[in-house]
């Protein structure tokens, strides 16, 4: 049984910074690639930044040069730093952990019921104004 629990969230004004983190526990296989996506009501989730097992690091082009990932795998800790905020990046901000095969289904955008096929958490509230 896999378990993320997302924190940090709140809000914040245009310019400000946020760090969220997703504290996973469970059997997470070392291969997992973790990710954190953005949802906004209606629509699937997107993604806004992902690390693979070897620290290889993904942005969506939104989000490079003002949002930072990282793991601690020792911890079991997924932290993303947050800095430059502006309001398209209200949403509600979702930890993932997934198979390498299974996150290419989802990545950069979750289609249909390929997020079945991974791990999520119930999210944190970001809001920027």
């Known amino acids: 049984q896999v378990q993320l629990v997302e924190s940090g969230g709140g809000s914040v004004q245009v310019g400000g910074s946020l760090r969220l983190s997703c504290a996973a526990s469970g059997s997470i296989g070392s291969s997992y690639v973790m990710a954190w996506f953005r949802q906004i009501p209606g629509l699937e989730p997107e993604g806004v930044a992902a690390?693979?097992?070897?620290?290889?690091?993904r942005y969506v082009d939104s989000t490079k040069g003002r949002f930072k990932i990282s793991n601690d795998r020792t911890k079991n800790i997924l932290s993303l730093e947050m800095t430059g905020l502006r309001p398209e990046d209200t949403g509600l901000y979702l930890c993932a952990a997934a198979k390498p095969d299974v996150f290419k289904t989802i990545w950069p955008v979750v289609a249909g019921t390929a997020a079945h096929g991974a791990y999520w958490g119930r999210g944190t509230q970001v809001t920027v104004s």
């Open positions: 690390i693979d097992a070897d620290g290889t690091t």
